[in-house]
């Protein structure tokens, strides 16, 4: 069976770890020691490592990784990641054997120029695009690619489990409170992530309707956030993109 455990990295990393009794394969190694410690303390092989995008926090583990055992390396195809065998962009499919699931590869540019997630087994492994209830800074991408990317993981199920790569959930909970006062399932969802994090626990997966229901930068039409966004700018603007960069740019100052 497959299981999905988050392996912590850095300060607040998680490599999504994909297992079953015998195989693994990592999304986003930045790191490569916790890794290997996880795969020996449980005696599984490593199968694969995925890559959403070419930040060192995400890759800087893969060279050490392959050294060990050369599986292959899933990557942007037009991103510069280390050990990259598998360039992959969208409408390519992953396949894992070992591990009997397959994935789609969706384009996110935005965060980085060509930035992927993985999608499959009702799970997205979106890296620094989506976050539980915000997203990535537009470090290499326009307001406009971003927003595109983000309404592309918009149209996943609901009940996807979204899958990201770092524990930034409180501290978005805390923006994304001001920009939309007045919601409550975002009072709820704060009490049950604090309960999470109070027990040393991630909160992560979230799902993709949770995320609907609170992530601000998914809710770039309700007026509650077409309101807080004029107010930020102090002018008034309801295109959807504007709003979106509006708040972007107020989190980054938040
Ligand atoms: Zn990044
Ligand atoms: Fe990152």
């Not at 990557?75 to 360039?87: D, N, S, V």
């Not at 805390?174 to 999470?196: I, M, S, W, Y």
Request: charged share 25%; glycine share 8%; with cysteine.
């Amino acid at each position: 069976m497959l299981r999905i455990v988050p392996v912590k990295a850095f300060k607040d990393n998680y490599v999504w770890t994909l297992r079953n009794a015998t195989h693994a394969a990592v999304v986003d190694p930045g790191e490569a020691r916790p890794v290997l410690d996880y795969l020996s303390r449980e005696r599984l092989e490593l199968a694969a490592i995925l890559a959403t995008h070419h930040h060192p926090d995400h890759v800087g583990g893969i060279a050490e990784l392959v050294a060990t055992r050369p599986v292959p390396v899933y990557g942007p195809r037009k991103e510069p990641i280390p050990a990259l065998t598998r360039p992959v962009s969208e409408g390519d499919s992953v396949r894992i054997p070992e591990l009997g699931v397959d994935f789609s590869v969706i384009d996110i540019p935005g965060h980085t120029r060509a930035h992927i997630a993985y999608y499959g087994a009702g799970s997205l492994f979106c890296g620094d695009t989506l976050f539980a209830c915000g997203c990535g800074r537009l470090f290499e991408g326009t307001a406009e690619q971003m927003y595109a990317s983000l309404q592309k993981l918009r149209a996943l199920p609901d009940e996807t489990k979204v899958y990201c790569g770092h524990e930034y959930t409180l501290a978005n909970i805390g923006f994304a409170k001001t920009v939309e006062p007045g919601n409550a399932a975002l009072e709820q969802r704060e009490a049950r992530d604090q309960r999470l994090r109070a027990a040393g626990k991630p909160t992560l997966p979230s799902t993709l309707g949770e995320e609907k229901a609170t992530n601000p930068f998914l809710r770039c039409l309700e007026p509650a956030v077409v309101e807080s966004a004029n107010k930020y700018l102090g002018a008034r603007i309801a295109d959807p993109v504007r709003v979106f960069a509006a708040i972007r740019d107020w989190k980054n100052r938040f």
